[in-house]
C-alpha cells in the first residue's frame, strides 16, 4: 500500500481577486440602487390671512367644473389649446394673474394639467382660489 | 556625446492598495444614499410636462393622498383637520421645508383644497404636486 505524499501548501490567501470582489460589490450597489427622485409642479401657497386686493381686469379666472371642462375667463377652453389662449392673454397684459378655481367634485390629474398649461404658457402669477 | 542610459526603474502601478480605493467608494454610495423611508399609500400620479425636479431629499415631506380621500403622513393616517399639527412641527424644525404632495389623480380637488388650507394655516407654503413625466407630443 503506497502512502501518498502531501503536496507542499502555501498558506497565503491571494490578494489579486480582492479588488474585482470589491469592484463587483461596488456595481451590485450602483446597479441596484434606485435613484427615484421626486419630481413635481411647484407652487408656493399664498400665507394665511394675505389676502390682496387685485384690480378685476388684472385676473383671469380659469375655472374647472366638476366634469373636468375648462372655463377660462367665461368661455370654454379645450385643454390643448390653454396654454396658448394663456399666452395671448398674457401677451395682451403682463400683470395678469390667473386664478384657477376648481369645483370640489373636479379630478386631481384636470387640475394638473391645467396647472401645467399654465406653467407651460409660462404664466408665473398663479393663484389658487378656494372652492365654495 | 554620450547618451545617458535609461534607469532601471520599473512603471508598474502598484494595485495592493486597490481594495482599499473601491472599498472606499462602495462606502461612499453606501452613507450618501438616502434610502425611501415610508412607503404611503398606493397612488396613481397625475402626468405633467413642466416639472421640476425637488432640491433635496432631507428637506422634503411627503403627503399621501388615495384616491378614496385618505390622507397619510409618514405612514400614519391623518384627518384633514389635523395635518396642520403635524406640518406645523415639521415646518418649525426645518424652515426649508417642502412639501410633496403625493395625490392620486382620480381624487377629488375637495381633498386636495383641504389640505391646501391646512398648509397655508402650518405655513408650510412651498408646495410640490408630484407628477410623473409626461412625454410632450
Known amino acids: ?132 | 556625446m554620450k547618451f545617458r542610459r535609461k534607469s532601471g526603474v520599473e512603471s508598474k502601478i502598484s494595485t495592493s492598495s486597490m481594495p482599499d480605493i473601491i472599498f472606499m467608494l462602495l462606502i461612499f454610495f453606501m452613507v450618501t444614499t438616502v434610502l425611501r423611508e415610508f412607503s404611503g399609500l398606493p397612488v396613481s400620479l397625475p402626468k405633467a410636462e413642466r416639472i421640476e425636479k425637488l432640491e433635496s431629499k432631507r428637506h422634503t415631506s411627503d403627503i399621501w393622498v388615495s384616491k378614496d380621500g385618505l390622507i397619510s403622513i409618514e405612514d400614519k393616517l391623518f384627518n384633514n383637520d389635523d395635518v396642520r399639527h403635524v406640518m406645523y412641527e415639521k415646518r418649525a424644525a426645518d424652515p426649508q421645508l417642502t412639501v410633496s404632495l403625493k395625490a392620486d389623480q382620480a381624487a377629488r380637488m375637495e381633498i386636495i383644497s383641504g389640505v391646501h388650507n391646512e398648509l397655508r394655516k402650518a405655513d408650510a407654503l412651498k408646495l410640490n404636486y408630484s407628477t410623473k413625466v409626461k412625454v410632450p407630443n
Open chain 1, 1 to 132: 500500500m503506497a502512502i501518498r505524499e502531501r503536496k507542499a501548501r502555501t498558506g497565503a490567501i491571494p490578494e489579486g481577486g480582492m479588488a474585482d470582489i470589491a469592484f463587483l460589490l461596488l456595481v451590485f450597489f450602483l446597479v441596484t440602487t434606485t435613484i427615484d427622485m421626486d419630481k413635481g409642479l411647484g407652487i408656493i401657497l399664498p400665507a394665511e390671512g394675505q389676502e390682496l386686493e387685485i384690480n378685476k381686469k388684472n385676473i383671469l379666472n380659469c375655472l374647472i367644473s366638476s366634469s373636468g371642462a375648462v372655463l377660462l375667463g367665461g368661455e370654454p377652453v379645450e385643454l390643448k389649446n390653454l396654454s396658448r389662449k394663456v399666452q395671448d392673454e398674457l401677451r395682451a397684459n403682463d400683470k395678469l394673474i390667473i386664478s384657477v378655481k376648481a369645483h370640489e367634485k373636479a379630478q386631481y390629474d384636470v387640475y394638473i394639467e391645467v396647472l401645467d398649461q399654465l406653467k407651460l404658457a409660462k404664466a408665473t402669477r398663479i393663484s389658487i382660489a378656494e372652492s365654495e
